[in-house]
């Protein structure tokens, strides 16, 4: 065999030792909104100390999050959809929710305004304003956390968005990330989680329009997928990071993630109803 | 240890057709040990299928083609072929012949010596490190000629070997053959060349459109050709096809 | 935008930790695949190349075809395959460098196999006769071509990591994009771009340009030079 093939074949072999070897993580499917807040790049750190446990985050919209469990294919699910993650327990699926903590949406706009919302404190009152004046709105269009809340809103804004949109209302099918890039490059409106805003670098002329009505709240929460249904579910690794995240240790964690000064998540495991 | 002399090689009533058309047409033929024979005859006369065919590398479509001995299969080959031009592997001259041992069975040491011996004969000793790619087109006809001939088999079979050689390289190629016919090689060489059939050849196996239609000692077969298109070929008057 | 070129620029001036680690790993697993698929796929090729068959002429054109097999596509079968719902699943390999390697193997395995047999052929068609004169067998064959057209057999390699190095659509969905794990050049780039956060994925663009651009040049020096020396 030609040296340089031998060479490629020790590679590969050596490439592939550390995936053989034997290592403590579980999978978590959770969202992008919350992977690219930090979050997780924050917190994880001091439970694999505590634990020696990897976890391993795949980020993916709320949907397909919950679709992945579904298959078995991560041990922990950890999403902001409560009637999506109701539904995944009704199935079967997962053992019990844990509300874990809060983040809150941000109506965010350009600074010309055309549809006149600044300063408000009503979001439905603010998007009424935007489709009386046309004005641009991107929305995720992803099945995600982030777009069913926004449809939720149009609902109890009085508006049928299916039926009454129109070419100002853009439904991209994107995550956040390329969502607000969208919006940027138009100048539209957008509904966006606050951590993603605060990390996003390419602003252009988008600023916070609306922002602390109860409304605009969004939770999240914790469950271990069922290892009855799924046999291969990690299920002591998993229910180990369950426990953490809700323990008074791993919410101070959660609280004390800053960006620029300002808290993102506010914990609230100690509200079951939530 | 039986005499495993593979001569004489038996031709009976063989022909050879593709594509439609008939290229060798009923040729009954005894190659026996000794005299070099000459295929002599024009081009598309058929002589490149008929050294192929009593190689082995075509099988007649009807007739047969026979040795006395039949090859045994595994030991080393008794009968080999020179092509017109020669198809080198991407390694020296020495790999080249040394490859053509390998196949063959050949053992180390035995076998560096028999490629060192080969590459000698053929005068190619200097080159032997050498790319065999990069070598002159003479050149790599000796090392064909040194390939071929390092297993001493019983009969060398060489295809137009100098056709596609200058004069000085085709000098040195028959000189080389030469050699292997004074040391015993049964030499079946085929060409249209009339000056070299006279130098290297003993008899002359005369075709004309795929048939045999003369054999004789190469003397008498330039002085009294018997048939038509013998005469008409020496003289340089037959036509191309 | 320049602003963030020169900071992108630092991040490899200094080889920042974080840079470095997502490229080792980009190299090692489309190294692996590439090693794998050679491994597997040239001596296809030259099997394919020599032997004669039934269905020969079939197997050519689907293996032809199959070199335009879309990364994601890939992606999407490999995953199949090693989610925990399929025949696979009970290995826990998704979501791992191993399914990132399995992936590109497959992605790479037919252009390797299918440049191979070409050039295998190509070569077959002028050795043929000399080699069964010299009472060479069809495996020997192979095996002497194989070796014979090994530097047209290097290009091809380097095609395939080339392709392997520079796709996206399968490692997303085997690897899954972890932090730490399984994030590579490609996806790396896509995440930071989605962000809107461009100085390291413009970075990871710049080196993976510099790969690919190495792995061209490699290919055209070795031909080149082989050439010349060996002819």
Do not use: C
Request: proline share 5%.
């Amino acid at each position: 065999m030609d040296l340089r093939k031998r060479l490629l074949l020790l590679a590969a072999l050596a490439a592939a030792l550390p995936a053989i070897a034997q290592e403590k993580f579980i999978v978590v499917a959770s969202t992008t909104s919350t992977e690219q807040s930090g979050l997780f790049g924050h917190i994880l750190p001091a439970f694999q100390k505590k634990t020696g446990i990897q976890v391993r985050v795949v980020a993916l919209g709320t949907g397909q999050a919950l679709d992945l469990a579904r298959r078995g294919d991560a041990d922990v699910v950890f999403v902001h959809a409560r009637s999506a993650e109701q539904k995944f327990l009704a199935e079967g699926h997962g053992v019990k929710r844990f509300p874990v903590m809060y983040n809150d949406f941000v109506l965010i706009g350009p600074k010309s305004d055309p549809a006149k919302v600044a300063g408000g404190k009503d979001i439905l009152d603010a998007l009424k304003k935007i489709k009386s004046a046309s004005a641009p709105f991107v929305s995720r269009g992803d099945r995600s956390g982030t777009h069913i809340a926004e449809l939720d809103l149009w609902t109890l804004a009085g508006i049928d968005i299916a039926k009454e949109k129109g070419p100002w209302y853009k439904d991209t099918g994107q995550g956040m990330g390329p969502a607000l890039n969208t919006a940027s490059a138009m100048n539209g409106y957008i509904l966006s989680d606050r951590g993603t805003w605060i990390s996003f670098k390419n602003r252009g002329d988008l600023v916070i329009e609306v922002e602390g009505d109860a409304r605009l709240f969004n939770q999240y929460g914790v469950m271990l997928v069922n290892p009855e249904k799924h046999p291969n579910v990690k299920k002591d690794l998993g229910q180990a990071f369950v426990d953490w995240v809700i323990s008074p240790e791993g919410q101070k964690a959660i609280a004390e993630y800053k960006i620029g000064g300002e808290q993102l998540f506010f914990p609230n495991a100690n509200q079951p109803g939530a | 240890m039986s005499n495993g002399a593979i001569l004489p090689l038996h031709l009976d009533d063989v022909s050879f057709a593709a594509g439609g058309r008939t290229i060798i047409e009923r040729i009954s033929l005894e190659i026996e040990a000794g005299p070099s024979t000459i295929i002599l005859g024009a081009n598309g006369a058929g002589k490149s299928v008929l050294m192929r065919l009593m190689h082995g590398l075509l099988a007649p479509t009807s007739g047969r083609i026979g040795w006395t001995a039949s090859e045994q299969p595994g030991a080393p080959r008794k009968q080999a072929l020179v092509f017109q031009r020669p198809v080198m592997l991407r390694r020296s001259a020495h790999a080249n012949v040394a490859y053509a041992l390998k196949v063959a069975g050949v053992g180390e040491p035995r076998r560096g010596e028999l490629v060192r011996e080969a590459l000698e004969s053929v005068g190619l000793a200097h080159l032997a490190r050498r790319p065999a790619r990069v070598l002159s087109g003479g050149e790599q006809q000796r090392l064909a000629l040194a390939r071929a001939w390092a297993l001493h088999p019983e009969v060398l079979f060489l295809d137009e070997p100098t056709a596609s050689l200058d004069p000085s390289a085709t000098r040195e190629i028959e000189s080389v053959i030469r050699a292997f016919d004074a040391a015993g090689t049964k030499i079946v060489m085929a060409t249209h060349n009339l000056g070299q059939a006279r130098r290297l050849g003993d008899e002359i196996v005369f075709l004309d459109r795929g048939r045999l239609v003369e054999r004789a000692p190469v003397d008498e077969f330039f002085s009294k050709p018997q048939s038509a298109q013998a005469a008409a070929f020496i003289k340089g008057e037959l036509p191309w096809t | 935008m320049t602003e963030a070129l020169t900071t992108a620029l630092g991040l490899l001036v200094t080889l920042d930790p974080k840079l470095v680690e997502i490229v080792l790993l980009s190299l090692s697993v489309s190294l692996s695949a590439v090693g794998i698929a050679a491994l597997l796929g040239l001596p296809l090729g030259a099997a394919i190349a020599v032997g004669r068959f039934p269905g020969r002429q079939t197997l050519i054109v689907i293996l032809n075809a199959l070199m335009g097999l879309p990364p994601v596509v890939v992606g999407l079968i490999v995953y199949l395959l090693l989610s925990r719902a399929g025949p696979l699943g009970s290995f826990g390999i998704l979501f791992t460098p191993a399914a990132m390697v399995i992936a590109q193997t497959v992605l790479i395995l037919p252009i390797i196999a299918a440049l191979s047999r070409q050039a295998i052929e190509d070569a077959w068609r002028e050795y043929e006769e000399q080699l069964r004169s010299l009472g060479a067998g069809r495996a020997d064959a192979a095996l002497t071509l194989l070796w014979d057209t090994r530097f047209s057999l290097l290009t091809t390699i380097l095609a395939g990591f080339g392709r392997a190095a520079a796709e996206v659509g399968a490692v997303m969905i085997v690897g899954g994009n972890i932090d730490g794990v399984t994030r590579v050049m490609t996806t790396t780039i896509a995440l930071e771009t989605s962000k809107g956060d461009l100085p390291l994925a413009l970075g990871l663009g710049i080196i993976l340009i510099a790969i690919i651009v190495a792995v061209n040049a490699a290919a055209y020096l070795t031909k080149e030079l082989a050439q010349r020396r060996y002819g």
